[in-house]
Every structure is written in C-alpha cells, then in structure tokens.
Nanobody, 119 residues
Framework: QGRLVESGGGLVQPGGSLRLSCVAS????????MAWFRQHPGKQRELVAR???????VYGRFVQGRFTISADYGKGEVYLQMSDLKPEDTAVYYC?????????????WGQGTQVTVAS
C-alpha cells in the first residue's frame, strides 16, 4: 500500500503560523478523502480537518476558523495551513488518506509530525 510522509512541523510562538504538508507515494488507489488528525500525550487521536471529494471540508470544533485544509487528489498531496496557533495546539499531527479499489477501502497514515506552540 501507499506511504504518507508529513513535513512542516516544528516550534512556533503563540499566534504564529505553520503549514503542514503530506505527500502520498507508492501504490495508492482511488483516493477519496484526505485528513489531518492530532494526538496529545495520553489522549485519543482527534480529527483536525477532513476533505472529501465533492464535499465541503469539515473541521474540529476547536479549529474555529484558524486552519485550512487543501487537498490535491491528482498529486496525492494534502496541506494544513494553521494560523493563530495556541499552546493547546501542541500535539503530534498525522496525515490520513483513504483510498479504494473496487469494494475494498484502505486507511493510510503518516508517521506524524510534532507541532509545538510555546513562547
């Protein structure tokens, strides 16, 4: 199956911005959804933003207009533009791409990229 590689994480001050990137490679079938999740230490992974072909993106309630997801299904790339970052946004961010071949659907995950928001 495919491989997802995230980049763009790092340390940023409160109020700052970061742009996360995720590129799919290897064997990917028909991609139909791309998303970003995040996970705080000791907590469950939560949805940050999800893009599905032909539909409007959905965002976690905590996003409140600060983040924008953009997906290029032809290239197998998905981005997350984050602005007005807060300390509580500190987490490991994971890229997720769902693809299908016939009746089979697959869930692909990246290795995660650390985002730290601190002064």
């Amino acid at each position: 199956q495919g491989r997802l590689v995230e980049s763009g994480g790092g340390l940023v001050q409160p109020g700052g911005s970061l742009r996360l990137s995720c590129v799919a490679s290897g064997t990917m079938y028909t991609m139909y959804a791309m998303a970003w999740f995040r996970q705080h230490p000791g907590k469950q992974r939560e949805l940050v933003a999800r893009d599905m072909r032909g539909r409007s993106p959905v965002y976690g309630r905590f996003v409140q207009g600060r983040f924008t997801i953009s997906a290029d299904y032809g290239k197998g790339e998905v981005y997350l533009q984050m602005s007005d970052l807060k300390p509580e946004d500190t987490a490991v961010y994971y890229c997720n791409v769902q693809d299908r071949l016939g009746d089979s659907e697959y869930d692909n995950w990246g290795q995660g990229t650390q985002v730290t928001v601190a002064s």
